[in-house]
């Protein structure tokens, strides 16, 4: 089969099992079977195909038919200019997590930050971070073993290792440290919407990164009682939330002692994440 051929037949596959994107789709999965970049195989088209490859093309169409994403299938995503390595154990990174990065890179630019990454996940947000914050350093802790192990990965393939640790324990058990600055995209969905979630979500997301209990505040409100503890007087909290938890977890912060720095909203305009100081 020629490429133009195969890229048609993994799209009409993917637009019957209704995946929107699955001309997009087609053509990543082609790349990622060859190897090759996505613009190198648009502009050779009529190149065959060999048997080998079909077959592992047709593997790759077939897993993201189930609504598997596409990320999982790479095994990487992009976040920041850089690709950091993902499986099922890790969230997948959402361009909302690189509003908060921005954020604080622009907030803190050259200082030297003890940075906490609360439910790391693959590093990505710590990771960011501290490419470009030189002279700070920084833990990641998470509760899935297999998570800091993808981590860990991360940190090596950008030669970050001299920065940063990553712990394989909860946030609750850190009590001989300080820090200037904590990040934590918790759990925020409430229990009875999980159900309610794209089956690309649901079905392949760690729901332990995704559960947030009965409100969906549980993780939340524990991260921020935790922070109290191990931030420094004048130190950042960061936290991502929910559509709609803004009123609920600003209470929450007021009501322990922080001030309201600034919020970072989405691209559609809802506050998604919240930047507070302790007092």
């Known amino acids: 089969m020629k490429a133009i051929e195969i890229i048609k037949f993994g799209s009409n596959f993917l637009k019957a099992k209704k995946i929107s994107s699955h001309i997009l789709d087609s053509e990543i999965l082609l790349s990622k079977t060859l190897k090759q970049s996505r613009e190198k195989i648009l502009t050779n088209l009529d190149r065959r195909i060999n048997k080998k490859n079909v077959l592992l093309f047709k593997g790759y169409i077939q897993r993201r038919s189930l609504n598997e994403p596409i990320a999982y299938i790479l095994k990487e995503k992009e976040f920041w200019s850089k690709r950091f390595e993902v499986s099922r154990n890790t969230l997948i990174p959402r361009p909302e997590t690189e509003l908060l990065v921005e954020n604080l890179l622009k907030t803190f630019k050259e200082k030297e930050l003890f940075i906490l990454d609360i439910g790391t996940g693959s590093g990505c947000i710590i990771l960011s971070l501290l490419s470009h914050l030189k002279k700070s350093k920084g833990i990641g802790v998470d509760i899935s073993k297999k998570a800091i192990s993808i981590a860990k990965k991360n940190a090596k393939n950008y030669k970050l290792f001299n920065q940063v640790k990553f712990l394989n324990r909860s946030f609750e058990t850190i009590f001989d440290k ?18 309610n979630l794209s089956d690309d979500i649901k079905k392949y997301e760690p729901i332990m990164a995704l559960d947030g209990g009965y409100d969906g505040l549980d993780l939340i409100k524990k991260v921020i009682y935790k922070s109290k503890e191990i931030l420094k007087i004048k130190g950042t909290l960061a936290l991502e939330i ?21 919020v970072i909203k989405d691209y559609k305009t809802n506050i998604r994440c919240i930047l507070a100081i302790y007092k």
Do not use: A, H, M, T
């Not at 918790?186 to 229990?191: C, S």
């Open 242 to 262: 929910g559509n709609e938890q803004f009123i609920k977890v600003s209470k929450i912060l007021i009501d322990n002692n922080f001030r309201i720095r600034n």
């Open 178 to 195: 300080k820090f200037d600055l904590i990040v934590s995209n918790p759990p925020y969905i409430e229990k009875k919407d999980i159900k």
